[in-house]
């Protein structure tokens, strides 16, 4: 499962709680352009641009990224999950309950490019969930 995070970045009051989250994403600054008219050559005049936020919106960042990593390297899906734990920044400064809506952490495209391209079979997978108190701790 993917939590939901705001800028601070802290998970989101409705975001997936428990040890079965996985990391977490942001889910803010997300545009997307609404149609408010549309003339009669379909041309839209007045576009709207709306924030929208949820973890439907964080888990979308994650299923992307995951799909490509899967796209360019012959790996399973678990290693995919691995890698993407893995490659998470830890955040530190949580509470019990918030630490339950991170798991790994915060997903870090940059970290993974950088795990994958040095060993596409990411060889440093190992078990990355945290207890609530070790997610705590600043890991330098």
Do not use: M
């Not at 040890?19 to 576009?47: R, W």
């Amino acid at each position: 499962a993917v939590g939901a995070l705001n800028s601070q970045p802290k998970p989101r009051w409705y975001s997936n709680r428990g040890t079965y989250v996985d990391l977490a994403a942001p889910d803010y600054l997300l545009l997307k352009d609404i149609p408010s008219f549309i003339d009669s050559h379909g041309y839209n005049e007045a576009p709207n641009r709306s924030f929208y936020k949820g973890t439907s919106f964080s888990t979308a960042l994650v299923s992307g990224v995951a799909a490509v990593l899967k796209q360019i390297g012959d790996i399973s899906s678990g290693q995919v999950e691995k890698c993407l734990e893995n490659s998470s920044r830890p955040l530190i400064g949580l509470t019990t309950s918030e630490s339950l809506a991170v798991g790994s952490g915060l997903l870090q495209v940059g970290s993974l490019v950088s795990l994958y391209s040095t060993n596409p079979e990411c060889p440093q997978i190992q078990d990355t969930k945290r207890s609530p108190d070790s997610t705590n701790q600043d890991s330098g």
